[in-house]
């Protein structure tokens, strides 16, 4: 029993509110689509329930991208605001700046901006992370307030110290404390869902002054999928987080030279009809139906499904305003003020790069965080 004589919340109860419950259970639900998982044990009915805790474990482990440690020259600290600190980051990473310096011209631009001396020997650059990986420290109660930043690599600030990062730079401006939470490689789903369910479990919500959000690149999406796969160490049927925009397609030419295909629905139409879908009863014949030629046809359908809800800019810009609204929902909850931005208007010029030669370099990240400034000065005072 709690000191107010209340019975202690579950886990669900703490980490969601009210209205986010009724989702949980509607996904949960007996009625819900009969999915089996490989590797799960069925609860009643067949069903498995959504696990918050294996969701957040499954996110942090893939947002780990400082692991292992002796790859990224990093190391664990001690009697430390920071959990880890390491010296190069996906995608700053130690074999890619060896690949620039093997580069004449690379290796010429890299000299020019500052990311190596005249023997070719990197700049420094350190990464100081909390225990989930994040560029922020470890919270304690004795920390002061701060400025909370969403969004992805250009945040984190891949490929330049701390403090020539933006997040940084306004935390600075406002005397406030840079929590940055900036996740590589992601979209603000991810953001939006971090933000709505597993904050609250590293940072006292009471402790952000503001929230800063800078949109990631558009196109960008991540599922929670089972490997069905043996994996050493693993086992079988681990949840992973993974991401839509890894599709070996976008390393190539192939959308911008092309258009999307149609979405087959009649043809669909057509082929359960030649199939006799509606009358399989078991996934056997489904299966003899596959092998006889319905499997090419079902693949093209979701090809082609995916590509739309991929790439098409209504979708990108769908889900993004349901991001951003998720993430308004939880600073309008909070009475916390939002600001909201991103890159284009803010290039510096095509020689600011970060050590990476991938991400935007010191003075874009100072132009950033000028405008940052500009819309936050009439909620916090320096």
Partial sequence: MSKYGKKPLSSVQQRLKDYQLGIYHNANAKWANELRVLGKNPQDDNKYDIDLDLMKETIISDCANYLPLEDHGGKELQ???YSVSCQWYPSDTKHLFESNMADPTTRSLMFKI?????????????????????RSKDFKQERGKGILFLGCSHTFGVGL??????AFKVANHFNKECFNYGMPGKGLDTAALYTSLYLQDDIDIGYIDAVVVYCPPPGRVSY??????????????????????????????????????NVPYDEMADI??????????????????????????????????????????????YRGLLAVNSIKSFCLENNIPLVLTE??????????????????????????SQEIISKLEIYLDK
């Fill in 114 to 134: 500052g990311w190596c001396d005249e023997n070719n020997n990197p700049t420094q650059v350190i990464y100081n992370l909390d225990k989930n990986g994040f």
């Fill in 161 to 166: 110290n701390q403090q020539d990062t933006f």
């Fill in 272 to 317: 359960e009809e030649l199939f006799n879908l509606k009358n399989a009863k078991s996934k056997y014949e489904v299966k003899k139906f596959l092998k006889a030629g319905l499997d090419q046809h079902v693949y093209k359908h979701r090809s082609a499904m995916w590509e739309h809800f991929m790439f098409t800019k209504e979708n990108n810009f």
């Fill in 224 to 261: 929670f999928s089972y490997n069905t796969e043996y994996d050493m160490g693993r086992g079988y049927n681990e949840l992973e987080f993974l991401q839509l925009q890894n599709d070996y397609l976008l390393l190539t030419d192939y959308y911008d030279d092309s258009y999307l295909d």
């Fill in 79 to 81: 009697d430390s605001d």
């Fill in 343 to 368: 890159g284009s208007p803010t290039i510096s010029t095509k020689h600011d790069w970060a050590r990476d030669l991938g991400h935007f370099g010191p003075q874009t990240h100072n132009n950033i």
